[in-house]
C-alpha cells in the first residue's frame, strides 16, 4: 500500500517511523510519503491560509496549495495498471469532525485500498471546492475520529494509518492476534492476565490455569459479552442474533438481553418482573 500524507506540519508524523508501522515501512510492505503543504505556495510567506467568506471566526486553508499538492502526488504515482478500475482511483482521506465516524470495519475497507491520501485540515479546515475538485481523481471522504474537536488532522491521520497499516499482510507478526481483538466480531476483546498468577492478592479466573481449551473460549466469549454489555451495550443490540449460539444467547439472557430472530434488545426491569 501507498500512503500520502499532507499537513503543515509534515514533523508531526515523524511517529509513524516507530514500533510496527516504521518497521512495516522499512520492510516495504507500507509506502508512507509527507509532503509539507507549505511547499506548494508561492509567496514569501508560505501562506496556506485565509479569511472566511461570510465572515466568522478563524482562518480557512486556501485551495490552491491544496490543488497542487494533490497534483504533485498523483503526478507521481505509477501508471495505473488498468485504467478507470478502483485501483486506478486513489481515496482521498479528509479528517474532518464533520466526517463519517473512523471505525475497525472502515479500517478493514481502507486497508484494501492500493492508495491513501492523506489531507490534514487545520484552522477551520479546508475550502470546500478543494474536496468537489478532488472528486473527479480521488474518492473522496471525510472521516472522523469521534465527535470531538482536534487543532489538526495529524492526529487523526496517525491513529488512522496506525488502524489501517497493522490490518496489512506481514505488518503484525502473528495475525491470529488481529482476530480475536476489540471490534474484529462486533465484541469487545476479553481482560487478559499474564504471570504471575497472583499478583498483590489478586489472581486470575481458575479456568485460565485449568488447560482445557474449550471451556476456556467460552469464559473468554462471556466475559466478551459481559464487557461489551456493560461498557458499549449498543454494540450487543447491533449483533446479528444468527451469529449467536445457545450459550451466548444464555449469557445475553443472563445479562438483561432478550434474543430473537429479529435481534438483541434490553429487556425492560418491568418486563422483567411481570
Ligand atoms: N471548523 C471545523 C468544524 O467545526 O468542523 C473544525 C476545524 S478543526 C479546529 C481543524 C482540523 O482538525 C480539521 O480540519 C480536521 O482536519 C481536524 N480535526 C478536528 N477534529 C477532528 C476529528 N474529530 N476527526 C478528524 N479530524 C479532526
Not at 86 to 95: E, H, K, Q, S, T
Not at 111 to 135: K, P, T
Amino acid at each position: 500500500m501507498r500512503i500520502d500524507v499532507v499537513s503543515i506540519f509534515p514533523e508531526y508524523l515523524a511517529a509513524l517511523d516507530l514500533s510496527l508501522i516504521g518497521k512495516a515501512r522499512r520492510e516495504g510492505l507500507l509506502q508512507l510519503h509527507v509532503h509539507d503543504l507549505r511547499d506548494f505556495t508561492a509567496d514569501r510567506h508560505r501562506t496556506v491560509d485565509d479569511t472566511p467568506y461570510g465572515g466568522g471566526a478563524g482562518m480557512v486553508m486556501k485551495p490552491e496549495p491544496w490543488a497542487l499538492a494533490l497534483e504533485s502526488i498523483l503526478a507521481g504515482r505509477p501508471a495505473p495498471a488498468e485504467s478507470g478500475s478502483r485501483a486506478a482511483r486513489p481515496v482521498l482521506i479528509v479528517p474532518s469532525p464533520a466526517g463519517e465516524v473512523f471505525n475497525q470495519a472502515l479500517a478493514y475497507e481502507l486497508a484494501e485500498e492500493d492508495h491513501l491520501v492523506f489531507a490534514c485540515g487545520r484552522y477551520e479546515g479546508i475550502d470546500e471546492r478543494v474536496l468537489e475538485w478532488a472528486a473527479q481523481a480521488f474518492t473522496v471522504r471525510p472521516v472522523s475520529l469521534g465527535d470531538y474537536v482536534l487543532n489538526g488532522g495529524e492526529v487523526a491521520v496517525l491513529a488512522m494509518v496506525e488502524a489501517i497499516g497493522r490490518l496489512l499482510p506481514g505488518v503484525v507478526g502473528n495475525p491470529e492476534s488481529l482476530v480475536e481483538e476489540s471490534h474484529s466480531d462486533g465484541l469487545l476483546e476479553y481482560p487478559v492476565y499474564t504471570k504471575p498468577s497472583e499478583w498483590r492478592g489478586r489472581g486470575i479466573p481458575e479456568v485460565l490455569l485449568s488447560g482445557n481449551h474449550a471451556r476456556i473460549a467460552r469464559h473468554r466469549r462471556d466475559e466478551q459479552l459481559r464487557r461489551t454489555a456493560a461498557r458499549r451495550p449498543d454494540l450487543i443490540e447491533a449483533l446479528d442474533p444468527a451469529g449467536l449460539d445457545k450459550a451466548d444467547k444464555a449469557t445475553l439472557e443472563g445479562l438483561g438481553y432478550a434474543v430473537t430472530p429479529d435481534g438483541v434488545r434490553a429487556v425492560q426491569a418491568s418486563e422483567r418482573t411481570s
